[in-house]
């Protein structure tokens, strides 16, 4: 795929140079602003025109393409910092689960303790 990228502009360049030298008749080029009373006129060969109509579509595609591509980054760093922040969460809900749950241990020994003591007085009693 690398490659034939290289392939084809190659191709590209070589059809744009024969393209050049095949199609060399004179074309009037007529161009006016009316409510700026701007008139151009000029007479150039015709691959002029299309080369230019080719290059700006070209230039149009790579200020499209930053733009894009730029809007698609700034949305991939607000998901990493959403990703971060919701991992510390989780870190700080881990933690907090952890110390309880060597508070739920704590309090299943004294609970364990009690009915022991319950049980060794209800045996004491019973006899």
């Not at 698609?72 to 760093?77: A, K, T, V, Y």
């Not at 991992?87 to 004294?110: A, F, T, V, Y």
């Amino acid at each position: 795929m690398r490659y034939l990228s290289l392939i084809l502009f190659s191709l590209f360049i070589i059809f744009s140079v024969d393209f050049a030298t095949q199609n060399t008749d004179p074309v009037v080029l007529h161009y006016t602003f009316d409510w700026l009373k701007f008139s151009y006129q000029s007479e150039r060969p015709v691959f002029v025109p299309v080369f230019f109509s080719f290059a700006s579509g070209i230039i149009f595609c790579v200020f499209y393409f930053f733009i894009y591509h730029s809007v698609l980054l700034r949305n991939l760093r607000k998901q990493k910092k959403e990703i971060k922040r919701l991992k510390r969460q989780i870190e700080k809900d881990l933690e907090k689960h952890g110390s309880m749950e060597e508070r739920n241990s704590e309090l299943q020994q004294i609970v364990e303790s009690v009915q022991n003591s319950v049980d060794a007085n209800s045996d004491v009693e019973s006899k």
